[in-house]
């Protein structure tokens, strides 16, 4: 096995993370940049550190997700440079983005339990949308007549809202104030495809509590 100094370590992670469109773990890095070479995790954590503070006065920063480590522009830089993703920035109906908060704070739950929280019928486009994003899944079903299948929010959801686990979720409230600012969010360095979303119409505006 091959040794590496603390800095060309440190310009390996930090290239590796730039490169990559998706979050990086300790783990991916052991197993493949890092793999040829003789190195504990103590060393890369405490790269990880450096990195950190490196970026931290800067435009960019270095933040963990629950997936692994990445790049992302400052959130307060966001009003500027949603501009230059406008006409590609998926929307999101109310509706949508309620269902999604039910989902992040009640889970594992069945789509008639959403339902019976907001009053009105979950359209199929909803859900078949949120999980083309891969923001939820089928975790399990329900032990009831019909057994209807239990959703719950993926790795993918956390890292779209930079959050290393669901304890990270702020208050419902501020959640989806965080969804409603999303739509025109470019935080994201590598940003993820558009999509298009199949939107439903339903302007309902029941509370998630």
């Known amino acids: 096995m091959k040794k590496i100094n603390a800095e060309q370590l440190k310009q390996l992670i930090e290239a590796t993370i730039f490169v990559s469109d998706q979050p990086v773990s300790v783990d991916k890095l052991k197993n493949t940049v890092l793999a040829d070479f003789t190195v504990s995790d103590k060393a890369i954590q405490s790269a990880l550190k450096a990195l950190t503070l490196d970026y931290a006065p800067r435009g960019i920063q270095l933040v963990e997700v629950a997936s692994g480590y990445r790049f992302q522009s400052l959130d307060s ?11 590609t920035s998926p929307k999101y109906s109310r509706a949508m983005l309620e269902t999604l ?96 979303a199949a939107g439903d119409s339903d302007n309902h505006k029941e509370s998630i509590h």
């Open 77 to 87: 830089l966001s009003p500027w440079l949603s501009r230059l993703w406008q006409e």
């Open 101 to 196: 908060a039910l989902i992040a704070y009640r889970q594992p739950i069945t789509r008639g339990e959403i339902e019976q929280v907001r009053g009105v019928a979950v359209s199929s486009n909803i859900i078949k949308t949120l999980t083309e994003r891969e923001w939820i899944k089928v975790v399990g079903h329900k032990e009831v007549p019909g057994r209807p299948a239990l959703y719950a929010t993926t790795k993918q959801f956390l890292d779209y809202f930079s959050l290393k686990s669901l304890s990270d979720l702020p208050n419902a409230d501020d959640f989806m104030a965080a969804l409603d600012a999303s739509q025109n969010s470019t935080h994201v360095l590598h940003t993820e495809t558009s999509q298009e």
